[in-house]
C-alpha cells in the first residue's frame, strides 16, 4: 500500500492519491483536484463558477467530489486548446 493512503488531512480518514485517476468513475476529493491540476481551490472555484470546470457532485450535506474521468477530460481539453493553438 502507498504510505501517502495511511496518511489523514485534518482526522478525516485516509489521504486520496493521483493514483484514483485510474478509476474513471472514482470520486475525487478537491486536495486530489488540486495535485492533478496545479491549481489553488479558488481558481477552480472560479471556474465552476464561469462554467469552465467540472462540477462536483454532492456526497453528503459538507462533502463534493469531482468524477475523475470529468477532471481528466477537463485535462485533456487544455491540451488541446494549447495544441491547436
Keep these: 500500500m ?7 488531512q485534518r482526522g478525516r480518514g485516509p ?3 493521483v493514483d484514483s485517476l485510474k478509476i474513471p ?4 476529493k478537491i486536495s486530489t483536484v488540486i495535485a492533478v491540476t ?3 481551490e479558488s481558481s477552480i472555484r472560479r471556474k465552476m463558477a464561469a462554467g469552465d470546470f467540472p462540477l462536483p457532485v454532492r456526497d453528503g450535506l459538507r462533502c463534493t467530489r ?3 474521468a470529468e477532471v481528466q477530460a477537463w485535462l485533456r481539453a487544455r491540451q488541446a486548446q494549447r495544441d491547436a493553438a
Excluded at 468513475?25 to 475525487?28: G, M, P
Aim: glycine share 4%.
Design 2 to 8: 502507498h504510505a501517502a493512503t495511511h496518511q489523514t
Design 15 to 17: 489521504s486520496q492519491t
Design 25 to 28: 468513475e472514482a470520486l475525487l
Design 38 to 40: 496545479g491549481l489553488s
Design 66 to 68: 469531482w468524477i475523475a
